[in-house]
């Protein structure tokens, strides 16, 4: 079952899709459940209500009639990898601790949904602005000190995340704090598939393509530490809870093709640089897929200029 979080004339609703872009909205064939997805999701028997109320049902709505949220729209938290691809590891010459995962949070605030713009900072502030192609897993059902091989019974489901980083003002400290964190920055889309249909994560390629180009593409079992890894370590300290989000981490740059020249080394601004990087700008169309789960699909634009702007 694939599920959406979405706005209709402002109201928040909960979809499950029949086609790639069509769905039964929830609120015309089950008004007494939530319109939120991460309460359906907190319900013991959510998601066999939700099943039970779109059975046999024909879609009601499609994605031009709405405007697509992240997933879930305001998690309480979005516990996000580095370095936990070998390829981006290896390409970067960075280290990370074999032993414990390089984890940082997300706020809501810095992710849109799938098919909504993502922008990108004015040049003065900074012009490596990079895609971070990833897997997102959410939590279905929290808990504390949970075994890896208890693990996958607390997911609700998979999607896709864009994790859009500001790579100067992430490198300001040692905490990458504002720099992934820029308003509208990443994504995080356009549905969650839950596990029955997924399957196992660790055979699925994922990809990135830049206004049709590949600039990533990998199988998940290059993640440093997997799925069953990171939940297990996080509930040591912290009890995870329903719509929680864990991103886990981008892959390397496919190497640039002859005559490729926005791979190019010369062409990148970051404080570190790598054959095949490509900086997203204002008027790229970006698309990070996952196979058997499907695409994230964002238009840059830019952001406002700098001038003071109060609430």
Same mark, same amino acid.
């Given at each position: 079952m694939r599920l959406i979080s979405y706005r209709a004339n402002g109201v928040p609703g909960v979809g499950v899709m029949t086609s790639d872009t069509e769905f039964v909205e929830l609120s015309k064939v089950a008004p007494n459940l939530p319109n939120k997805l991460v309460d359906i999701l907190g319900l013991p028997d959510g998601i066999a209500q939700l099943e039970n109320a779109v059975s046999g049902q024909a879609a009601t709505s499609s994605f031009d009639q709405v405007d697509l949220d992240p997933v879930i729209p305001e998690p309480h938290a979005i516990w996000a990898l580095a370095l936990n691809f070998k390829t981006h590891i290896a390409e970067t010459g960075l280290t990370t601790s074999p032993d414990h !995962? +390089?984890? %940082? $949070?997300? /706020?809501?605030?810095? +992710?849109? *949904? +799938?098919?909504q713009p993502i922008l990108a900072p004015p040049v003065e502030i900074d012009r490596a602005y990079d895609y971070e192609g990833e897997l997102a897993v959410v939590i279905g059902r929290g808990g504390r000190h949970i075994p890896k091989d208890r693990a996958m019974d607390h997911v609700a489901g998979f999607s896709i995340y864009n994790e859009g980083s500001v790579r100067e003002f992430q490198k300001h400290n040692r905490q990458f704090g504002l720099g992934k964190n820029f308003g509208s920055s990443g994504s995080f889309g356009p549905? $969650?598939?839950? !596990?029955?249909? %997924? *399957?196992? !994560?660790?055979?699925? /390629?994922?990809? &990135? &393509?830049?206004? *049709? /180009?590949?600039?990533?593409? /990998?199988?998940?079992?290059?993640l440093l530490f997997n799925v069953e890894d990171l939940i297990a370590y996080l509930s040591t300290g912290y009890s995870l809870r329903t719509g929680d989000v864990i991103v886990m981490g981008t892959p390397g740059a496919l190497p640039p093709k002859p005559g490729d020249t926005e791979g190019a080394i010369e062409n990148q601004y970051g404080p570190i640089k790598y054959a095949g990087m490509v900086h997203m700008k204002p008027g790229d169309n970006v698309t990070v897929s996952i196979e058997g789960l499907g695409e994230l699909t964002n238009h840059v634009e830019a952001d406002g200029p700098v001038e003071y702007r109060p609430a």
């Open positions: !995962p +390089h984890i %940082f $949070l997300r /706020v809501a605030a810095a +992710h849109v *949904g +799938h098919l549905w $969650l598939m839950t !596990p029955d249909e %997924f *399957g196992n !994560p660790y055979d699925k /390629v994922l990809k &990135t &393509t830049i206004n *049709g /180009v590949v600039r990533q593409e /990998v199988c998940l079992d290059d």
